[in-house]
């Protein structure tokens, strides 16, 4: 059964956190449950992204899923703020509201920059960290017009959840090949309108959310990470394996994975393959 937990973000925002099992596995009889774990999606992504993981993670865990702010059902503030500290205090608050503390954090893509910069600068909140499919460098000028045009080309309103599925998987322009899981992972972050299907999220927030970050690297706030921390890319992804391979080097307990046949969407490409990677690092991290 999932469940919504209704969190105060930075400056009053309202989030939504997420359970996936009702009660967790993990709770015993006397209601204690396993370490906590806060899963962190990408941009443009939602909690529900992360519903099989959390159901796997719930058998020694706590997990719960958060809605970052301009995503899923979390407040969308018209004038923000939608900078790296807005988002990093966000995910502390839901760790210290849901007691979540020490926490495993778990992000994908901009969810894992929010998860390693939290790492940085709360060492005394977290215990083990997981970085998924997540660049340290700067992506630049260049990388912001390229995702603006690629935000212009989309034909929306879709007319049907099925016409979803099909562009983002198999019709957009910037895939090289088809992809039915990410078509899958788009019609997930669809709402029907009164004219077809729109995403449940404004597209010039998200662009105001990346110019926050795709300017700048963030290899110093990775060096300041100290807890066990696991980097994970797609055999495909986005993620080159020589800058995974260093991120591992910069980080002073730093663990290098990949999978196979997975692009950027790693745990939504390849779910058995990334829990093969994930549950044996958390097993060595947090030991029963």
């Given at each position: 059964m999932v469940r919504r937990i209704n969190v105060s973000g930075a400056g009053g925002v309202r989030l939504a956190a997420w359970e996936f099992t009702d009660p967790p596995k993990a709770c015993g009889r006397a209601g204690a449950c396993g370490p906590g774990v806060l899963l962190l999606h990408g941009l443009m992504g939602r909690a529900a992204h992360w519903a099989e993981t959390a159901r796997w993670l719930s058998t020694r865990h706590r997990p719960v899923a958060l809605d970052q702010r301009g995503h899923g059902r979390s407040e969308k503030p018209p004038e923000g703020p939608f900078d790296r500290g807005a988002y990093v205090e966000d995910a502390v608050a839901a760790v210290e509201q849901l007691g979540l503390a020490p926490v495993t954090l778990v992000g994908h893509a901009m969810g894992a920059l929010t998860a390693w910069q939290f790492a940085a600068h709360r060492p005394d909140l977290v215990r083990a960290l997981v970085i998924c499919d997540m660049r340290a460098s700067a992506l630049g000028a260049a990388s912001q017009r390229e995702w603006t045009e690629w935000f212009r080309s989309w034909p929306v309103p879709f007319a049907t959840l099925a016409d979803v599925r099909k562009w983002f998987g198999e019709d957009d322009p910037v895939l090289e090949r088809p992809s039915p899981s990410r078509g899958e992972f788009f019609a997930e972050v669809m709402a029907e309108r009164s004219?077809?299907?729109?995403?449940?999220?404004?597209?010039?927030?998200?662009?105001?959310?990346?110019?926050?970050?795709?300017?700048?690297?963030?290899?110093?706030?990775?060096?300041?990470?100290?807890?066990?921390?696991?980097?994970?890319?797609?055999?495909?992804?986005?993620?080159?394996?020589?800058?995974?391979q260093e991120m591992v080097r910069v980080l002073p307990r730093g663990q290098y994975a990949e999978v196979v046949d997975a692009g950027h969407l790693v745990h939504y490409d390849q779910p058995d393959g990334w829990r093969r990677v994930v549950e044996p690092f958390l097993a060595a991290a947090l030991p029963v």
């Open positions: 004219d077809g299907w729109r995403p449940v999220f404004s597209r010039r927030q998200m662009l105001r959310a990346r110019e926050t970050w795709v300017h700048d690297a963030h290899w110093e706030d990775l060096a300041l990470v100290e807890c066990p921390t696991l980097v994970v890319r797609g055999l495909d992804g986005e993620l080159g394996r020589a800058e995974a």
